[in-house]
């Protein structure tokens, strides 16, 4: 396996560099510049060009580019156009709540794709079988936007008992930050958790049909406990693998979600940036996750070729 | 599946793979989704026949409750929101109409192009994968930044979206295939690669990547949705279920009955198509 | 359309306002509230602080700004009379072409330096240069030169007298020279005013704190102001019904519908924007003046104002406020919804059916005006079409002046005299996107700059608001105020007429 890593960081570098270039001019294609939101939509042209000047978008743009790798390397990632502060501290400062969304959400996903994964995999009554399977379908079915919506509308403005919208940081009031945070939170988590409990499922299924669950049966070992000494023991291997998988998709759906809930994290800093043309700030998010979501995909074809013999891991 | 077809065979050999997709149908799942499919579909389509009006007709009755009249009530401009929707639901099944099918088309191809040149394989697999770290909806963004807001940004924001699934499923299938003896015999041979592709791998890649054009529509939507959010959907008066969203939000206290139209609408979208997903998964795998 | 004048009078007058900021102004006349001092002030605001930029208006500055920075001198929002703030007095020369200011020797900037002379030159100067992006820099181009006569003394003079130098007065903070060049990442934003500005955290907060050595103690009650960053309406609504915040800005007529009535809560406008139409006078078929006149008949206004600004709005057809010398009635109401006649007259013209592409930025009021001004325009046999940019692509195209045949565009200007206006608005200035400018439009506004008595203004306002139109190149739809939402318990708070507030003199009851 290190063999193999070995072998993929040329790639990943490409990978890195090419995004880099990308990150780096695709939100300067957009029509329109960090100076308008300095200068505002009354400015004159004169005005205009004397923030541009003063803010140092008239460098060229390769001078630009290498400003900002080079500075990486030395571990600065750049300074805010808008904010005039380092980009670091920008994106530290909006990583709380990022942070705490995804982390409530990993939990909730872990639990209740793991009971709904369980229980869809033992033994049930038809009855109990088809709504369980009607649940899980209903959960991926939805995308967290939509559950968000259904969330805010039923237990934020019919049955009001949660706030729908805002934030309150979870060091400065954890019962209240709570509040905050268990619809959006939840709206992450069910389809991912649908996910998990599905993978779940047919592991299980799948290990129940294994010799050693047939000769324990023999021996008389009540069903219970053949869930859970012998099926769900091999079988959560799987799910493991795939909840780590997920966390990826939840910090992607986290953008939307923050959008909803008018939370103030990572997602709508993206967001922010694009509609300021903050590009240090836009190229630097962007990097981050396509770095990220390479050395996922890295992950997932380790864990794939280790399930699957067939497929070879190339360089 | 491992013989070299000829042309006669052809028609021979499409037909049942129409007819097993078919037989997803037959399943309890396949025929709700089916039933809500036909039910979605129909009312989009029919949109300007039932409510011949036409869904601009402004009144000065902003933001009526819920009525026999208007089942959901009014909007800001005293338009009538269950027309809206229905005329929005149109409007997102056009779009997902067209950019499922192109984007699914154009992932697998790119998926398969491994098995013309590995390199080009591993370079158009990076590509993909810079894609698929884009954080969320930023890709979508500034695709509609750079072409500017309206139709064709919005379908080549969703295109884009798409290829990666595509793209990966049909290399998973590249991967597992491409060291069957029946494709290194036919290397061998001194098959065209094209011809491999197209004969030999891509009929092993198609079930998953039909299933998983199904989950893309919901997502094609979602896209749209989000956009939407943004204020960079579609250009108005043209109601989009995410525009209903996007506007109903802010009337949410007021008029909650603004958003849960489209929302309910969405929902039933969403089902429909997990569900056709479902059925068709089950169906492809058990032959 | 007599009664939407009536009502829209009422906006830009409210009494309580300027009793408030006489009171804020004269300082010791506050005894009668005999005030504790302590708690912290929770206001929201929907857009970032922006420190690069003092000297122009920003509405993530309008919040706070004022209560860190002070003007030489404040207009009451009643009367227009410009009040004494920093400037203890002035007197304008015979021929009105320079002006003799004192300052007020008691004031300190935050840093502990009194403030002198030199830095209200500093702050005019500063305010001259293009990279500031004043508003009212242009008047300050104006000035023939700043001659500090004393500590706190100094001879401003004019190239030609200027009517609106108490526009430029208003806006123009006076800044701290010493400090001023490291503003821009928030570390130090040092002005004159009550409070100091402590903290910034991009995106999130700003917070003041009382400045202790404020030349007035009967002032800055609250130990502490939080200027809470929340972009969305819906969050800012709920943190102030949970009493998170105390005030609530940058919120539209929608958002404060439900508070109107609400004896929890009272409403104060802040500032305003006006809406125009506008349409490019070289492009097909807005070259003919009937179809711009029949485009003017065809709008429903009272429409917009009722569903968009649910009636907060003034539907007038004119740029200037209603309280501008020259403003009547009778020219505000020049055009009235008439469909028919707009018909009529596109048939003149033989533009029926003609295509219109319009420029739209992509806000939600405008995108709900669109929507209206199409249903009209469609209803007149014309075809329009919406082309929605995002603010920043709309923004450059504003200033470039080049927005297509025609576009809907938003001045959050109310508030300044009508000739300030007529070089600061991007749709009246030269350069403008209607591309509009010819000897005729050139006289008549030179006329307005020049006039030196209200007298002469009035007259002035009034030729040159027939011509404009006359010549229909940009269609104001409707003015409306901005609003903020408090609870009712805090008392004292006061808006200027460009709409910053003014917490100095707010108290908790």
């Keep these: ?315 | 599946m491992t013989e070299i077809s000829t042309p006669s065979h052809k028609r021979s050999r499409l037909n049942p793979t129409l007819a097993r997709y078919l037989q997803a149908f037959t399943t309890p799942k396949g025929q709700i989704a089916l039933a809500l499919i036909v039910l979605l579909a129909g009312v989009a389509l029919l949109a300007p026949v039932i409510y011949p009006q036409g869904h601009d007709l402004q009144t000065r009755d902003s933001l009526l409750p819920v009525s026999w009249a208007h089942p959901f009530g009014t909007d800001e401009l005293g338009r009538d929101i269950l027309v809206r929707s229905i005329y929005g639901l149109r409007t997102d099944l056009a779009l997902a109409s067209v950019a499922v099918p192109i984007s699914m088309i154009l992932g697998t191809f790119l998926g398969l192009s491994g098995a013309l040149s590995p390199r080009l394989g591993v370079l158009v697999q990076r590509a993909l994968d810079i894609i698929v770290g884009f954080p969320g909806l930023i890709l979508a963004i500034c695709v509609v930044l750079v072409l500017g807001a309206g139709w064709t940004a919005l379908l080549v924001a969703i295109v884009v979206g798409g290829l990666p699934s595509f793209g990966r499923l049909a290399r998973a299938t590249l991967l597992s295939q491409q060291h069957q003896e029946y494709v290194i015999a036919a290397r061998t041979l001194g098959v065209d690669k094209w011809r491999i592709m197209v004969r030999h791998i891509l009929p092993n890649a198609i079930d998953p990547i039909i299933v998983q054009g199904a989950v893309f529509v919901v997502a094609a939507v979602f896209t749209e949705a989000a956009l939407s959010i943004v204020g960079l959907g579609l250009q108005p008066p043209e109601p989009s279920l995410g525009i209903l969203l996007n506007i109903g939000m802010r009337y949410i206290t007021i008029a909650p009955f603004y958003i849960l139209g489209p929302t309910l609408i969405l929902l039933l979208l969403a089902l429909a198509f997990s569900l056709l997903a479902d059925a068709l998964n089950r169906t492809v795998n058990r032959t | 359309m007599t009664m939407s004048v009536a009502r829209g009078c009422g906006p830009f007058r409210s009494s309580m306002l300027a009793a408030g900021i006489a009171a804020v102004l004269l300082g010791s006349t506050a005894a009668a509230w005999a005030q504790e001092r302590g708690g912290i002030l929770t206001v929201s605001q929907s857009a970032d602080a922006q420190p690069i930029n003092i000297l122009a208006l920003r509405a993530g500055n309008a919040p706070w700004i004022r209560n860190v920075f002070e003007t030489l001198t404040l207009v009451d929002p009643q009367t227009f009379q410009p009040q004494p703030v920093l400037a203890q007095s002035w007197t304008l020369a015979e021929d009105g072409l320079s002006m003799d200011i004192t300052l007020r020797d008691d004031v300190t900037f935050h840093t502990g330096r009194p403030m002198t002379a030199e830095d209200v030159k500093f702050s005019f100067e500063t305010a001259a240069t293009p990279e500031s992006a004043s508003q009212v820099g242009f008047i300050a181009r104006e000035f023939e030169s700043i001659e500090v006569t004393g500590d706190h003394s100094l001879t401003i003079a004019f190239k030609r007298p200027l009517s609106n130098i108490f526009d430029f007065f208003e806006e123009t903070y006076i800044i701290d020279r010493e400090t001023y060049d490291q503003r821009e990442d928030g570390s130090q934003v040092v002005g004159t005013g009550p409070y100091m500005f402590s903290e910034w955290s991009p995106g999130a907060s700003i917070i003041l704190k009382r400045y202790e050595n404020y030349r007035s103690t009967d002032t800055a009650w609250f130990d502490e102001i939080e200027f809470a960053v929340i972009p969305d309406p819906t969050a800012s609504i709920a943190a102030l019904r949970s009493n998170r915040t105390q005030i609530t800005t940058g919120l539209t007529p929608r958002d404060t519908v439900e508070f109107i009535r609400n004896p929890q809560f009272s409403v104060l406008e802040t500032g305003g924007t006006i809406y125009p139409l506008g349409v490019n006078v070289t492009i097909p078929p807005f070259d003919d003046k009937l179809v711009r006149q029949a485009i003017a008949y065809a709008v429903d206004r009272d429409r917009i104002n009722d569903q968009v600004f649910l009636g907060t709005g003034t539907v007038t057809d004119l740029f200037w406020s209603p309280a501008a010398p020259g403003y009547s009635g009778e020219l505000a109401n020049h055009y009235t919804y008439d469909p028919d006649r707009a018909r009529e007259l596109i048939a003149e013209a033989g533009a029926e059916g003609a295509a219109i592409p319009i420029i739209v930025p992509a806000i939600p009021s405008q995108r709900s005006i669109f929507e209206i001004v199409q249903n009209n325009l469609r209803e007149v046999g014309l075809v329009p079409e919406a082309v929605v940019l995002d603010v920043a692509d709309f923004d450059q195209r504003q200033i470039a002046g080049d927005l297509g045949a025609a576009f809907l565009l938003l001045h959050g200007q109310v508030g300044f005299s009508s000739p300030t206006l007529l070089s600061s608005l991007p749709s009246l200035r030269q350069g403008n996107p209607s591309a509009f400018w010819n000897d005729d439009y050139v006289a008549l506004r030179e006329a307005m700059l020049a006039s030196a008595t209200p007298e002469a203004l009035g007259d002035a306002t009034a030729a040159l608001s027939e011509y404009m139109l006359d010549e229909a190149f940009s269609t104001v739809l409707v003015q409306a105020p901005g609003q903020a939402v408090m609870s009712s318990g805090l008392q004292g708070v006061v808006a200027t007429v460009r709409g910053q507030l003014v917490l100095a003199g707010s108290y908790l009851e």
Excluded at chain 1, 178 to 207: C, E, F, G, H, K
Excluded at chain 1, 242 to 265: K, M, Q, S, T, W
Excluded at chain 1, 289 to 315: H, K, N, T
């Design chain 1, 1 to 315: 396996m290190f063999g193999f890593l070995l072998r993929k960081l040329p790639s990943v570098a490409m990978v890195a560099f090419i995004s880099s270039i990308i990150a780096f001019v695709l939100p300067r294609l957009a029509p329109g510049d960090p100076a308008l939101t300095i200068a505002g939509s009354d400015a004159t042209p004169e005005q205009l060009a004397a923030v541009r000047e003063r803010m140092g978008l008239l460098k060229p743009l390769y001078q630009q580019y290498f400003d900002w790798i080079f500075g990486m390397f030395r571990g600065d990632l750049g300074e805010s156009f808008i904010m005039r502060r380092p980009v670091a501290s920008v994106i530290g400062s909006r990583l709380e709540s990022t942070l705490e969304l995804a982390l409530l959400a990993m939990l909730l996903m872990i639990i209740i794709g793991l009971a709904l994964g369980i229980a869809a995999g033992s033994p049930r009554s038809k009855w109990a079988r088809a709504v369980l399977d009607a649940m899980t379908t209903v959960f991926l079915a939805t995308p967290p936007f939509l559950t968000g919506l259904l969330l805010i509308l039923f237990l934020g403005i019919f049955v009001p008992i949660l706030p729908i919208s805002g934030e309150v940081g979870f060091l400065e009031d954890p019962l209240l930050a709570l509040q905050y945070l268990i619809l959006p939170a939840v709206a992450l988590a069910l389809p991912q958790a649908a996910i998990v409990a599905r993978l779940l499922q047919t592991a299980m299924n799948s290990a129940r049909g294994e010799d050693f669950v047939d000769l324990a049966k023999a021996k008389g070992v009540p069903p219970g406990q053949i869930t859970r000494r012998h099926v769900l023991r091999n079988s959560l291997g799987t799910a493991v693998v795939a909840l780590g998988l997920r966390a990826g998709d939840l910090l992607a759906g986290a953008i939307v979600i923050e959008a909803i809930f008018a939370r103030n994290g990572l997602g709508s800093l993206a967001v922010y940036s694009v509609q300021s043309r903050d590009y240090v700030v836009l190229q630097v998010l962007i990097l981050g996750a396509v770095v990220i979501a390479v050395f996922i995909q890295l992950f997932s074809e380790i864990i794939l070729a280790a399930l699957d013999p067939r497929i070879r891991l190339e360089g």
